[in-house]
């Protein structure tokens, strides 16, 4: 029983910056990757960033130069730092945890999402 807290979203005005973070609880014994997406309404969830456990790092074209993906293995936490915020960043963001299950499979947790609104 694995559980995604999910904090740090909210109301921003435009060019300003937001930190989400999210802490894992629960059956871990060894992550695979973490990462964030978001979702607007009618359109698809999409990757925002991401980060594996030897560290590297994959960022959306829409938000590269704009935000920091960080991860804490030991207190399973990701975290996302947003700077230079646009209208287009709203949506509600989800953050993923992957967990090695065996050798070659993994098992994808879900949080609950958080608001991210960036106004005018």
């Known amino acids: 029983q694995v559980q995604l807290v999910e904090s740090g979203g909210g109301l921003v005005q435009a060019g300003g910056s937001l930190r989400l973070s999210c802490v894992a609880s629960g059956s871990i014994l060894r992550i695979n990757d973490m990462g964030w997406y978001r979702q607007a309404p009618g359109k698809q969830r999409e990757l925002v960033a991401a980060?594996?456990?030897?560290?590297?790092?994959n960022y959306a074209d829409s938000v590269k130069d704009r935000c920091i993906i960080s991860s804490d293995n030991a207190k399973n936490a990701v975290y996302l730092q947003m700077d230079s915020l646009n209208l287009e960043d709203t949506a509600v963001y989800y953050c993923?945890?992957?967990?090695?299950?065996?050798?070659?499979?993994?098992?994808?947790?879900w949080g609950q999402g958080t608001q991210v609104t960036v106004s005018p």
């Open positions: 980060i594996t456990r030897d560290g590297r790092t």
């Open positions: 993923k945890l992957g967990i090695i299950l065996g050798f070659i499979t993994t098992r994808d947790y």
